[in-house]
């Protein structure tokens, strides 16, 4: 049996179609409305079943029964940190050099592997979904979602906070609003250029040391490297990023990390806040 979520009606809905009042005011997609109706007792109310096309009233307690999650991803024991979870959504502390989902290269050693053991051994069975995806060398919160519901409704409040530390002395902060492109010739590389998608970044300096800057970073964007390449573009690359022009002599990646993530629980729709501690190379790099 899958995972069962619970609404109650309220005055705005009452005599409203089971399908209108599960659309508008519960935010359930197209697509899983149509898989309910393919369960036994995909949705109820008050205990009993009810169609999509009958009427609900104010106070009716509607129940929906998700589909049971399939997981086709390898499980292999991997380390991870957890920082929050709970039935529908679970948050990593990734570690750098781990890449999210398998791609070539990485087909069992990615943090998707890791989860995918984690819930079996917990007696679980739900599909990684990645909220927020992190570069395989960047660090930091990453939010999952376990259910497609939770996976619809958790991109439109999720907000992310990076913090990295750039070569130079950086004293005031302030936007980049500089379009970015795939560099011609690459397929991964970016740049700033025209023709590119509009990006925009908001950094502010917090501590400084060893010709390094600790900075903030709020995104109105996200653009693939968008940081790395605004930094880059101002003449501040990040330590370790040498695909953007900063060394290797202090770090042997990007000194990127998420540092926090914030949003909207999907279920219970309260204000959520998870932070991830600063990694210690970053205070290394400052200190000299």
């Not at 898989?35 to 009810?50: A, S, Y």
């Not at 890791?114 to 909220?131: C, N």
């Not at 953007?244 to 000194?255: C, D, P």
Request: net charge negative; proline share 4%; hydrophobic share 35%.
């Amino acid at each position: 049996m899958g995972t069962k979520i619970n609404f109650k009606v309220n005055e705005d809905y009452d005599k409203k179609l089971v399908k209108e009042f599960l659309r508008r005011k519960c935010e359930v997609s197209s697509t899983l409305l149509r898989q309910l109706k393919l369960i036994d007792n995909g949705i109820t109310r008050n205990g009993e079943h009810i169609r999509a096309v009958d009427t609900v009233n104010v106070g009716d307690e509607i129940v929906i029964t998700l589909p049971e999650e399939k997981n086709d991803t390898t499980p292999v024991n991997l380390p991870i940190n957890i920082l929050y979870e709970d039935e529908h959504i679970i948050i990593f502390d990734k570690a750098p050099f781990m890449a999210v989902h398998p791609v070539h290269g990485h087909i069992d050693d990615t943090l998707a592997n890791a989860a995918a053991y984690y819930a079996k051994t917990h007696g679980e069975l739900w599909t990684f979904r990645a909220i927020n995806r992190l570069d395989r060398d960047t660090s930091g919160t990453l939010l999952a979602a376990k259910n497609a519901y939770a996976a619809a409704r958790l991109p439109k409040t999720v907000k992310k906070k990076y913090i990295a530390v750039c070569e130079g002395t950086i004293e005031n902060g302030g936007t980049v609003d500089a379009p970015i492109r795939l560099k011609e010739g690459h397929s991964i590389q970016r740049e700033v250029g025209e023709g590119g998608v509009r990006a925009v970044t908001h950094y502010k300096p917090i501590e400084w040391g060893n010709n390094h800057t600790l900075v903030e970073f709020d995104l109105e964007t996200g653009r693939t490297h968008q940081i790395r390449v605004h930094m880059s573009y101002l003449g501040y690359p990040l330590a370790g990023d040498d695909m953007y022009g900063g060394s290797r002599a202090l770090i042997n990646r990007q000194a990127l990390h998420c540092g926090e993530v914030s949003f909207i629980h999907p279920i219970t729709n309260e204000f959520m806040r998870v932070e991830s501690q600063l990694p210690k190379e970053f205070t290394h790099i400052l200190l000299g």
